[in-house]
């Protein structure tokens, strides 16, 4: 039973919260019993794992958690990534939001057997916030880095076809820039596509948003196509 | 320009973090350059607006800010409502999640002509986190309160035909139930949907992408029959 805040572990755990450690210690943290048996169902060993009020006072706990959200379990995981690759998959550029990054994840997992690639400017997949918005997606289909062989589909607010109308013989990638930006010059696009918003309505989407309602279009189509 | 802090105008944007004081005062912020034109461009006169360095010392604004967010700029506004209806509209329930509630305010607004009406149990559609995440649709598509006169159509995890398989004759409300507990019992739902997930995929996406898909979903094919 864990009653000190100078315990090794839960200083760890504090550590954790910045990238810097996360990357020096190869580490990182889920915060919550539904992110902890999420881990578990992925079949991920936890490095530490710290439960209250059985391992650690609860006060404790909730100190070190990155997110400020009472976890009654933390976990600390060694970080995994996929191999580039699948049928669709997800590739993002610049998006900075760490929960957009997460959510992403979560979304590939929904719709597309290939995993989310981080491009340049992406938030940590692996910082608190972007393990929550996962909702546990990030253990059962870790982020990949690199580049995928497939046709590469861009999608921006406000050129091209709508997403309905591209044929989705696979392997498809869908390209996804930033927040604010959009995509970098020089992806090697094979088309640009968009999401058909109502006349009168807002301008776009959030990346998140976008990201979700696109791979539901082309991963829904491609597996009734078989 | 306001050099204090103790400003009557900085006053009332720090009490309007508050949920009883927006209701006290029926005000609510918008913070960000984006949010304030936002708000211009839907008609919407603020009550106070706030630039800076212009009006207010830029540290002062940004420590009267709700979401830490550094805004040079923050608008005060009376809330509005819309009325229940639309040939497509979202009604949720229990939804906790200010950010959940601004994502699908503006999803509603990218996808239906209808408003969100929300149900008991669902976060302050005017709190600084939500009308952020609506990304200013709160003022081109106020929210609602009250029950549209339509066909219900209930959004779960887990049962009924999928999203593509229901027919799109308006009206039509989509219900959807909050982020643990989903749609409470007696909501009188004509039909029940669900969207289809990837098999060895997660159980459910979040309330905000699940609103935001199901709205693509029937808000294209609704116009493409239109």
Chains 1, 2 share one sequence.
Not at 138 to 154: K, S
Not at 165 to 174: F, N, T
């Amino acid at each position: 039973m864990i009653r000190s805040r100078d315990n090794e572990q839960l200083k760890t755990i504090r550590k954790l919260r910045q990238k810097r450690w996360r990357e020096r210690l190869d580490l990182f943290v889920a915060e919550g019993e539904d992110l902890v048996e999420a881990a578990a169902a992925a079949g991920w060993e936890p490095e530490i794992l710290l439960r209250a009020p059985a391992d650690v006072d609860p006060e404790l706990l909730a100190e070190a958690s990155g997110l400020g959200s009472g976890a009654r379990a933390i976990g600390v995981y060694r970080p995994r990534w996929s191999a580039a690759g699948g049928s669709l998959s997800l590739e993002l550029h610049d998006v900075h939001d760490p929960g957009n990054v997460g959510t992403a994840i979560r979304s590939a997992h929904a719709f597309c057997d290939g995993p989310v690639m981080l491009g340049p400017g992406c938030a940590d997949p692996f910082s608190p916030k972007a393990v929550r918005a996962s909702m546990g997606s990030i253990f059962a289909r870790p982020p990949a880095r690199g580049r995928a062989r497939a046709r590469r589909i861009a999608l921006v607010p406000y050129a091209g076809r709508t997403l309905a109308e591209v044929a989705v013989e696979p392997p498809l990638v869908l390209l996804l820039g930033g927040e604010r930006r959009g995509l970098p010059a020089g992806l090697d696009a094979d088309e640009v596509v968009r999401i058909p918003l109502r006349e009168g309505g807002p301008e776009s989407l959030n990346v998140a948003m976008a990201a979700t309602v696109a791979l539901y279009e082309l991963g829904t189509r491609m597996a009734a196509h078989g």
